[in-house]
């Protein structure tokens, strides 16, 4: 397994700036590209720019979880560029993965409290491809409690998003 505590904290950082703006400067809309929105903050820890989504469909609907997200997250001062994370909703189960699928494409993440990161840095490029072409992408993932969720993102304007990240953090 190849991660550390400073990628889970940069990723745990960018999330928190979607969700709480009173953490840092207000972060920045860059603009809404279909299922995808992509933003901006820049204080003095540097520019951080990410883009964000929510499922199209939850399963099992009746599961109780907090907000759901899929991020993407480029921070060019900590030589981070697009690096996905999930935040599911729940505490994962202790040692298992959480699964990605885009066609026949499958990536495994790591878990650590509610949130989930690539196990091999070298496969972000691969599923940031699988992504741009895509048009759907399911995360299987299994909670403290045993349930088994399957949450379904909509790819739609992925690609966009992308690019005015990578724009925003030129």
């Keep these: 397994m190849t991660f550390s505590l400073g990628r889970i904290a940069?990723?745990?950082?960018?999330?928190l700036l979607t969700l709480s703006p009173a953490l840092a400067d207000s972060?920045?809309?860059l603009g809404t590209f279909d299922a995808w929105e992509a933003y901006k903050n820049t204080d003095a820890r540097g520019t951080v720019c990410w883009a964000v989504t929510q499922p199209q469909t939850k399963e099992p609907a009746t599961a109780r979880r907090d907000p759901i997200y899929f991020i993407i997250t480029t921070w060019p001062k900590q030589n981070i560029?697009?690096?996905?994370?999930?935040?599911?909703?729940?505490?994962?189960?202790?040692?298992?993965?959480?699964?990605?699928?885009?066609?026949?494409?499958?990536?495994?993440?790591?878990?650590?409290?509610?949130?989930?990161?690539?196990?091999?840095?070298a496969e972000e490029k691969r599923?940031?491809?699988?992504?741009?072409?895509?048009?759907?992408?399911?995360?299987?993932?299994?909670?403290k409690r045993g349930t088994l969720t399957t949450d379904t993102y909509s790819l739609k304007g992925i690609s966009l998003a992308l690019d005015k990240v990578a724009e925003g953090c030129k």
Excluded: C, H
């Excluded at 940069?10 to 999330?15: R, S």
């Excluded at 994370?85 to 650590?112: H, L, M, R």
């Excluded at 599923?127 to 909670?143: D, F, P, Q, W, Y």
């Design 10 to 15: 940069l990723a745990t950082v960018a999330f």
């Design 27 to 29: 972060p920045t809309l």
């Design 127 to 143: 599923l940031i491809e699988a992504m741009r072409v895509g048009a759907e992408m399911t995360v299987k993932g299994l909670s």
């Design 81 to 121: 560029a697009n690096e996905p994370s999930i935040v599911i909703g729940y505490p994962f189960k202790d040692g298992e993965n959480a699964t990605v699928e885009i066609g026949s494409d499958k990536f495994s993440f790591f878990t650590k409290a509610d949130g989930a990161w690539l196990q091999a840095k």
